[in-house]
C-alpha cells in the first residue's frame, strides 16, 4: 500500500538559509499535519491542513508557513534558519479530521549549520 | 489544554516476559483517541495500538494490548511475549477528535535483554 511520501529525506542548511520541505500525503487523503521532533524529544504538531486550507495551528515560528496544493500535497517553508531548527520534520496524513488514523511519513531530517 | 504524561523513561525487560508501559493524559473534550507509537533507531514512527475514547473494551493487537481506564484518564501499554524487535522509544499520543492533532508523552526507552 502507498504510504506518506516526504522529500528530501536529508537537508543540511546553513544558518539564515531557507528550507522547503515536501509532503505527498496517502492517496484520497485530505489531511495532512506536521510535527518537528527535535533531539531526545518526543514530537511537537506544528500546523495541520484540512482540504487545503489551515485547519490547526500549534508551535509554529513565524519564520515557517505552510500550505495545502490542490493536489493535497503539502509544503513546509523555513527562513532565516536557526541552530535550534535542527530536527526531523514528520508529515503524516489522515482520511478527514478527527479521523482517528494518522499515518507517519518517514520524516526529513534537517540539519542546520 | 491537554496533555500526556509518561513517567518511565526507562525500561527494561527480560526477553519472552511482560512489561507494562504506563501513560496518563489530561483533557476537557470528550471526542478524542489515544494512541502508543513505536520509534526504533530509525526513527521511523510506527503505529502500535489505538484506542477510541468512546469504547469501554480494550484494544489488542497481537501481542499488544492497553489498559484504558478513562475515569482516571489512564492509558497503559502492555507488550506479551517481549521480543528484541521491540527495543524502542514508545510514545503514548493523545489525538483530537475535532483536529485530530496529536499530542506526545515524553517517551518510554524499552531495553529487551536476551
Known amino acids: 500500500a502507498a504510504g506518506v511520501i516526504q522529500s528530501p529525506r536529508h537537508l543540511i542548511k546553513e544558518k539564515r538559509e531557507t528550507a522547503t520541505l515536501k509532503c505527498y500525503p496517502i492517496?484520497?487523503?485530505?489531511?495532512v499535519y506536521w510535527y518537528q521532533q527535535g533531539p531526545g524529544q518526543d514530537p511537537q504538531f506544528l500546523i495541520s491542513f484540512y482540504e487545503k486550507m489551515q485547519s490547526d495551528k500549534g508551535s509554529i515560528p513565524d519564520r515557517f508557513s505552510a500550505q495545502q496544493f490542490s493536489d493535497y500535497h503539502s509544503e513546509l517553508n523555513m527562513s532565516s534558519l536557526e541552530l535550534g531548527d535542527s530536527a526531523l520534520y514528520f508529515c503524516?496524513?489522515?482520511?478527514?479530521?478527527?479521523?482517528?488514523?494518522?499515518?507517519f511519513g518517514p520524516g526529513t531530517r534537517l540539519t542546520v549549520t | 489544554a491537554q496533555t500526556v504524561t509518561q513517567s518511565q523513561p526507562e525500561m527494561s525487560v527480560q526477553e519472552a516476559e511482560t512489561v507494562t508501559l504506563s501513560c496518563t493524559y489530561d483533557?476537557?473534550?470528550?471526542?478524542?483517541?489515544l494512541f502508543w507509537y513505536k520509534q526504533p533507531p530509525s526513527r521511523q514512527m510506527i503505529l502500535v495500538i489505538r484506542q477510541e475514547a468512546y469504547k469501554q473494551q480494550n484494544a489488542t493487537e497481537n501481542r499488544f494490548s492497553v489498559n484504558f481506564q478513562k475515569a482516571a484518564k489512564s492509558f497503559s501499554l502492555k507488550i506479551s511475549d517481549s521480543q528484541l524487535g521491540d527495543a524502542a522509544m514508545y510514545f503514548c499520543a493523545y489525538g483530537s477528535g475535532n483536529t485530530g492533532k496529536l499530542i506526545f508523552g515524553q517517551g518510554t526507552t524499552l531495553q529487551v535483554k536476551p
Open positions: 483533557t476537557s473534550e470528550s471526542d478524542y483517541y
Open positions: 503524516a496524513s489522515s482520511s478527514g479530521l478527527g479521523s482517528g488514523e494518522q499515518y
Open positions: 492517496p484520497r487523503h485530505d489531511t
